[in-house]
């Protein structure tokens, strides 16, 4: 007789654990919300969207995003993917409770200790997208790069590399 | 230009960025390649909820704001500039409260490009919240 494994979990089971998880990585940041941004997540792959606003310009005569907001941006999509890669484990071995996570109780974020941002064209006056790739994730620090497109996927308007201190993990 | 007019036009300039005007920036000073732009403490700008420390993504832009306005005031005359690099680094964490200020100084300019860099503070004068450094484009208009 074959060894019995345990049923998969079902769909809309693992779908509630992961969102809430993100959703409450997110929204305990005020910074994310003043600037707009969500997240959209396909299974453990998440994108960042800064949708335009008016608040987001940095020249008004072209017009264009601000060159800050674009740091900004890069960084945030970097650290929220940084935070989720070390959440997601836990997370999936139920280790972590994601229906009962709130802000002031979520595992600590990474510290930024640099991050240098590459400028390629213009940042236009429409929604901009950010997708990060953690390069290496150490015990204390972890380098990560992330890159952002408007309108095509292929044609980035900016990238950026950083490197992060990992927040102390208990035992 | 006297100096009083030049600040003027200058705070202008920045008041009509819709991003510095979100973020309160405040021009502070202004020379030949130097520039001091400062912002308020935010809640809508904390970055960790527990800390109530600012965002770093804010301190970027008031850092990208100020090496712009420092690239604009050099004696070289750009008519405008935009952003090629910006490398920051993040010595510690800003005292929630306290306001931040940037000073940013164009200390090389080519036909083509301007050097920047540039320092943030908050109340704490001696040890600076992070540092940046930047290229910038220079735009000459057409010859």
Known sequence: ?171 | MDDERKMQVARQFIGAIPHARALEMRLDSLGAGEATISMPYDLRLVGDPRTGVIHGGAVSALMDTCCGAAVMSHADGALATATIDLRIDYMRAATPGQRIVARAVCHHMTRSVAFVRATAHDDDGDLPVATATGAFTVERGRA
Do not use: C
């Open chain 1, 1 to 171: 007789m074959s060894p019995s494994r345990p049923p998969p979990e079902p769909v809309q089971v693992v779908k509630q654990r992961r969102d809430s998880a993100l959703r409450a990585l997110v929204a305990g940041v005020p910074y994310i919300q003043f600037l707009g941004i969500v997240f959209e997540r396909r299974g453990d792959e998440l994108t960042a969207v800064l949708p335009h606003d008016e608040k987001l310009i940095g020249n008004p005569a072209l017009p264009a995003i601000h060159g800050g907001v674009t740091a900004a941006f890069l960084e945030t999509t970097a650290i929220i993917e940084l935070s989720w890669s070390l959440m997601w484990e836990e997370m999936e071995a139920g280790r972590i409770d994601a229906t009962t996570l709130d802000p002031l109780h979520l595992p600590k974020l990474p510290k930024t200790i640099d991050f240098t941002v590459d400028y390629l064209r213009s940042g236009l006056p429409r929604d901009a997208y950010a997708r990060a790739r953690v390069n290496r994730s150490g015990r204390r620090y972890a380098s990560v790069h992330v890159e952002a497109w408007q309108d095509n996927r292929a044609r980035l308007f900016a990238q950026a590399t950083g490197h992060f201190l990992m927040p102390a993990r208990d035992g």
